[in-house]
């Protein structure tokens, strides 16, 4: 029994079986022409085991490609009435004897590949009016297909794109320091992956792309490894991103196993769903039980990230930038913010913002209860020696401090 159909390919077993019943040959069916091969990709058949979906064969050697060169017309009532059709070895073998074939053409003017009808006894009544209703049907083909051909041609693009940077060891990775907003005294530092400029990509992207094509895992083991070489040159914790899907992977527990856990400050962010928090909760257990801390990642940016705080209790929770940026002056950030950092708090974890960028955010923050900061005013992301140990943090000039919260332990 051959492959199961994809719903595009049932789509276009319908319009063949529609062609065959309309024009009475003994099988209708679908080629894609690669430029080399013709493949049969879709098969609607009479005749058992003559014709057979995934079979292929030379294309020039093919009528199909005959018509394309104009060496035969699209519609052939009778092979034997053709020399140069009778040379070739559809006539011989299964001995096709009436023909029509129509291209199917994409909405770039690309040739997919043919749509096409055979009998296996002459045809008479075989009409130019029947390649009119071929030719719709092959259009009707084309609309269904072309999502799957972009689809195909997206994964490619993005294949080639990732190969030389995967095989270069993965992405850069580069450091940001995180500070706390009382002392200016640097905690740790989040890794964060960089890939080539010219891409025009926000890193997000590249790895939601990797993932769409089945490598994702694989682009995120590379990028924890090269966050982890840092540990090594750098004190304090390094906060290392993943997702849940890939720290479920045996391949991300063994490589975190491997590592001084106490450094490690592992980020899920709340973007990406979580299936089964159960299974998360046990592949996090022991790596927690030996030193590594958990964080909620962009905290502010959707709706799960209170769902994923309640369910696996992070030690520390980072707001996201879109919460920070603007806080010293807008009213609602300010409010949100208290918020979440008495929210935090309440829950037990230290609360860190990103995306700082300005003294006076920074000032407000601390008012507000936040523990830790990262963002520019405190500096940007860049290699391991660029760090600094302490930075200037201003006093929150006119502003009512909090008491002392929890600060997180390094």
């Known amino acids: 029994m051959g492959k199961a159909r994809t719903p595009a390919e049932q789509q276009v077993a319908e319009l063949l079986r529609t062609a065959k019943g309309a024009l009475g040959l003994s099988v209708t069916f679908l080629t894609r022409m690669d430029g080399e091969t013709q493949h049969l990709e879709v098969v609607d058949s009479s005749v058992p085991f003559l014709f057979q979906e995934g079979y292929q064969q030379r294309q020039e050697a093919t009528l199909c490609q005959a018509i394309r060169d104009k060496k035969l017309p ?11 059709a009778m040379k ?42 029947d390649q009119s209703l071929m030719d719709v049907l092959a259009s009707a083909a084309a609309v269904i297909l072309e999502p799957g051909v ?75 490894q090269g966050a982890a070489r840092h540990l090594e040159v750098v004190s304090g914790y390094v906060s290392m991103n993943v997702s849940p899907q890939t720290l479920l992977t045996e391949g991300c527990a063994t490589l975190l196993r491997s590592l001084p856990l106490d450094r490690i400050l592992l980020e899920l962010s709340e973007h990406d769903p979580v299936e089964d928090y159960e299974a998360l909760q046990a592949t996090l257990a022991p790596l927690r039980a030996r030193g590594m801390r958990l964080a909620i990642d962009d905290v502010g940016a959707g709706f799960s ?18 919460l920070v940026d603007g806080v010293n002056s807008d009213p609602v950030l300010t409010s949100l913010v208290r918020s979440l950092a008495e929210f935090g708090h309440g829950a037990g974890a230290v609360v860190v913002a990103e995306g700082i960028e300005t003294a006076e ?50």
């Open 74 to 84: 699209a519609v052939i009532p009778d092979l034997r009435d053709f020399p140069v």
């Open 305 to 322: 990230s209170l769902r994923h705080i309640v369910l696996t209790s992070p030690d520390v929770i980072k707001l996201d930038r879109s």
């Open 361 to 410: 955010d920074a000032a407000m923050l601390v008012s507000l209860g936040v523990d830790h900061g990262q963002g520019w005013h405190f500096g940007r992301p860049g290699p391991p020696e660029a760090l600094v140990d302490a930075c200037a943090v201003p006093a929150a000039e006119g502003l009512v401090p909090r008491q002392a919260g929890p600060l997180i332990v390094t």
């Open 150 to 224: 972009q689809e195909q041609a997206r994964a490619a693009e993005i294949a080639a794109r990732l190969q030389p940077v995967m095989d270069d060891g993965g992405p850069l990775v580069v450091l940001q320091p995180i500070v706390s907003l009382r002392t200016g005294h640097r905690e740790g530092a989040e890794a964060l992956s960089r890939f080539p400029r010219e891409w025009g990509k926000a890193p997000d992207l590249c790895f939601a792309e990797a993932h769409s094509i089945g490598r994702g895992h694989e682009l995120e083991l590379l990028a924890l």
């Open 88 to 129: 070739l070895p559809a006539a011989r073998f299964p001995r096709i004897r009436s023909y029509v074939s129509v291209p199917v053409v994409l909405s770039d003017g690309t040739v997919y590949g043919t749509f096409c009808g055979a009998g296996l006894t002459s045809d008479k009544g075989l009409t130019k009016r």
